[in-house]
């Protein structure tokens, strides 16, 4: 019987190499689920945004649109201007009023 007594290591080379495709792995994974939470805070944004637009044109009298738009008062000098000119317009001119109003929030 043949017994040996030489004992084999086997050598890994590149270790480095390993730790620098688990790192990149790694930074690959952590971005695309940052750019995953970026994407659905746009959504909502998005969504919130077109709800909005909904609700301005579903008002029917000049009181009930600017309850919905005066808190924005102030916040950007053209919408400002937008609703200004809605409380001093007649009733024939409210629809143009209010679509103006939701044209800039699109565009915003």
Do not use: Q
Not at 3 to 20: C, D, K, L, P, V
Not at 57 to 70: G, T
């Amino acid at each position: 019987m043949l017994t040996s007594t030489a004992s084999y290591a086997i050598a890994i080379h590149g270790g480095t190499s390993y730790a620098y495709i688990l790192w990149f792995m790694l930074l690959l994974l952590l971005g695309s689920v940052m750019y995953g939470i970026f994407v659905l805070h746009m959504l909502r944004y998005i969504d919130k945004k077109r709800m909005f637009i909904k609700a301005l044109k579903v008002c029917k009298n000049k009181e009930d649109l600017l309850k919905k738009v005066a808190p924005y008062i102030g916040k950007d000098r053209e919408l400002t201007r937008l609703i200004y000119r809605l409380e001093g317009c007649e009733d024939g001119e409210f629809g143009r009023a209010r679509k103006a109003i939701a044209n800039y929030w699109k565009n915003m």
